[in-house]
């Protein structure tokens, strides 16, 4: 198989992935939902401009806020991963209700 052309160059690949890690918390959430229930959460935040990574899932999109930053994982099965991170458990506060049910939250 060949290599895939990458979509972006180094310097903003080396964003999106700080972008992954701060998504992994320490504090923090995960779910898997219906990709129409995340409009609420993603109505709270702001689009990272930069095109998607191809990792865990292609596409996967970064949006942030106030202290937080979310990571959504589309596999194309109608649902999407929804991962939530904040470096301090207070900023996670309006987003303990987004409209779905977190199958893990620590905020």
Known sequence: MPALAERMRLSAFLVRFLLCEAAFGPYGGY???PSASVGELLGQLR???LPPM???TDPTHHY???GVVVMLCDPGDG???VYIGSRHRAAL???R???FVWDSFSG
Do not use: I, L
């Open 31 to 33: 779910a898997s939902v």
């Open 47 to 49: 689009q990272v401009p």
């Open 54 to 56: 191809r990792w865990p």
């Open 64 to 66: 942030v806020g106030p």
């Open 79 to 81: 649902d999407v991963e």
């Open 93 to 95: 506060r309006p987003y």
């Open 97 to 99: 209700t987004p409209g």
